[in-house]
């Protein structure tokens, strides 16, 4: 497997609709007319993921005030990310992509580098979409860890 297609600042981002930890389907076109942050981790309930996460929760009212939703997408399933919202009281809705078609389509999803180690999966991305559906920003290979304030900085919010 190659490289995946990359999005890029002034792409339209490719259109979805997947279950969240309800069951319901949530799709990009429910959040026409705002900017949304689409941030793809690879899974629930680990400590990278539950870090990054929680950095989300704990930004969402600021990032709110600016004018950003907040859309979690990983490839597990709608139970386990019920279990997760609810054991770190998460405040935004998260939705599973079992295939990874939303991955792909988002170029989060090929061959990625652990330790050296070459394998394919999620790869841990933020896509910033405005309220037309454009993507303004396209990051990959991020860090859980401090991902959020970076984030801020490059939108040009205030900590």
């Given at each position: 497997?190659?490289?995946?297609?990359?999005?890029?600042?002034?792409?339209?981002?490719?259109?979805?609709?997947?279950?969240?930890?309800?069951?319901?389907?949530?799709?990009?076109?429910?959040?026409?007319?705002?900017?949304?942050?689409?941030?793809?981790?690879?899974?629930?309930s680990t400590p990278g993921c539950t870090t990054e996460a929680c950095d989300f929760?704990?930004?969402?009212?600021?990032?709110?005030?600016?004018?950003?939703?907040?859309?979690?997408?990983?490839?597990?399933?709608?139970?386990?990310?019920?279990?997760?919202?609810?054991?770190?009281?998460?405040?935004?809705?998260?939705?599973?992509?079992?295939?990874?078609?939303?991955?792909?389509?988002?170029?989060?999803?090929?061959?990625?580098?652990?330790?050296?180690?070459?394998?394919?999966?999620?790869?841990?991305?933020?896509?910033?979409?405005?309220?037309?559906?454009?993507?303004?920003?396209?990051?990959?290979?991020?860090?859980?860890?401090?991902?959020?304030?970076?984030?801020?900085?490059?939108?040009?919010?205030?900590?």
């Amino acid at each position: 497997m190659s490289t995946p297609h990359r999005l890029n600042p002034g792409d339209t981002a490719p259109a979805f609709s997947a279950e969240d930890s309800r069951g319901e389907t949530v799709s990009l076109k429910d959040f026409a007319g705002s900017r949304v942050v689409v941030y793809f981790y690879p899974k629930a309930s680990t400590p990278g993921c539950t870090t990054e996460a929680c950095d989300f929760r704990d930004n969402l009212a600021s990032l709110a005030s600016h004018g950003y939703t907040v859309v979690g997408i990983s490839p597990d399933k709608p139970a386990a990310l019920e279990k997760f919202t609810s054991e770190q009281e998460l405040n935004f809705p998260l939705l599973s992509d079992p295939d990874h078609e939303i991955a792909e389509a988002y170029g989060a999803w090929g061959e990625k580098k652990n330790y050296g180690k070459v394998s394919v999966g999620l790869i841990r991305s933020t896509i910033v979409i405005d309220e037309d559906g454009t993507v303004v920003a396209a990051q990959y290979n991020v860090r859980a860890k401090g991902h959020v304030a970076k984030l801020r900085r490059d939108l040009g919010i205030d900590s």
